[in-house]
């Protein structure tokens, strides 16, 4: 656990257990996992580092943490040298590359793949500033195709698959501002060679929403969901569409979970001045719904809803067994 909270993987129990949220997370993502394994290995059997006997093995300090900690004494261990790994970081390397290929639809450049890794780490950068795991700002889908399609303008970002206004609005100057310093400032955002490209990216992602599927709620996309305390139902129902396949798969509305909840007496309507008003009924406050009293500049008060972590999960279930 701790080796992937520093190595800033992406797993159901990284997630389940916040340590995305820690402020080390991801922090030595370029070194590799079996040199970390070492460094562990050599802590433990030097007794920097113990491990309980409970049923739950727990990771402490010893007393000769301390002196690492607190009066900076080096620790020194021999590590094999690279050559001996050099077969195995290849390997590693290809299934990587592959897996690059293989979601985006296109062979990356070592460029390309230079790029991904710069752009990886402000992604990183951006989710520590914000406390929240590094999919939530782009996933790696969205990553790849910023790689291939190198936007340097509003348009071209806009272009890309998971980047919409709302994105573009909260990361796309940062990551346009990445593009463009590593790629060259070329203007229109691209050299003539590279337009058809670009133009034929922006035409099949055009083409493919006539085939989209309807919204479906998966285990793999219920995997990636992050729950926050509190949220609005149009911050939650946009961070799940944030996460889904853009490209094969229509976007969840807001209107379909609010006739849910409405289906399962969460909410009551009322009429006022001939206008339908929604209020929060005592099935909403048992399923983790809370009403907040606003004033609008006119002095007219209104209620705010916000969706509890309970509330979150259930609408979750609701869209697996709908």
């Not at 293989?102 to 793949?113: I, M, P």
């Not at 890794?117 to 914000?130: G, Q, V």
């Not at 490209?197 to 599927?213: G, H, L, P, S, Y």
Request: glycine share 4%; with cysteine.
């Amino acid at each position: 656990m701790i080796i992937d909270t520093v190595h800033g993987a992406n797993t159901a129990k990284i997630r389940n257990y916040r340590m995305d949220q820690s402020p080390h997370y991801g922090e030595l993502a370029k070194v590799p996992a079996y040199k970390l394994r070492q460094v562990m290995n050599h802590l433990m059997l030097n007794e920097f580092l113990m491990v309980t006997n409970d049923e739950y093995a727990i990771v402490k300090l010893t007393e000769k943490s301390g002196a690492v900690l607190l009066n900076d004494e080096a620790v020194v261990m021999k590590m094999a040298k690279e050559q001996e790994h050099l077969a195995k970081v290849k390997e590693e390397k290809k299934t990587r590359k592959s897996k690059l290929s293989g979601v985006s639809g296109a062979s990356l450049s070592e460029a390309d793949e230079a790029l991904f890794e710069i752009l990886r780490a402000l992604r990183t950068e951006i989710a520590k500033e914000e406390k929240v795991p590094p999919y939530i700002v782009f996933s790696d889908k969205t990553l790849i195709h910023m790689c291939v399609v190198k936007p340097r303008t509003k348009t071209e970002m806009l272009s890309v698959s998971g980047v919409g206004e709302f994105k573009y609005e909260k990361y796309g100057e940062r990551f346009l501002d990445c593009v463009r310093e590593e790629c060259g400032d070329l203007g229109d955002g691209y050299t003539e060679n590279e337009e058809p490209a670009v133009k034929e990216i922006v035409a099949k992602k055009a083409n493919t929403r006539k085939t989209k599927t309807e919204f479906v709620m998966t285990k793999e996309l219920e995997e990636q969901i992050y729950y926050s305390k509190r949220i609005s139902i149009s911050d939650f129902v946009r961070h799940i569409n944030d996460l889904r396949d853009e490209e094969a798969m229509k976007r969840l509305t807001i209107k379909l979970v609010e006739e849910k909840l409405l289906e399962a007496g969460c909410f009551e309507v009322c009429y006022a001045n001939g206008v339908a008003l929604r209020r929060l009924a005592d099935k909403g406050v048992d399923f983790g719904i809370e009403a907040e009293k606003r004033v609008s500049e006119k002095g007219n008060e209104y209620d705010v809803f916000f969706y509890l972590e309970k509330a979150q999960k259930d609408i979750v279930k609701w869209l697996l067994d709908s």
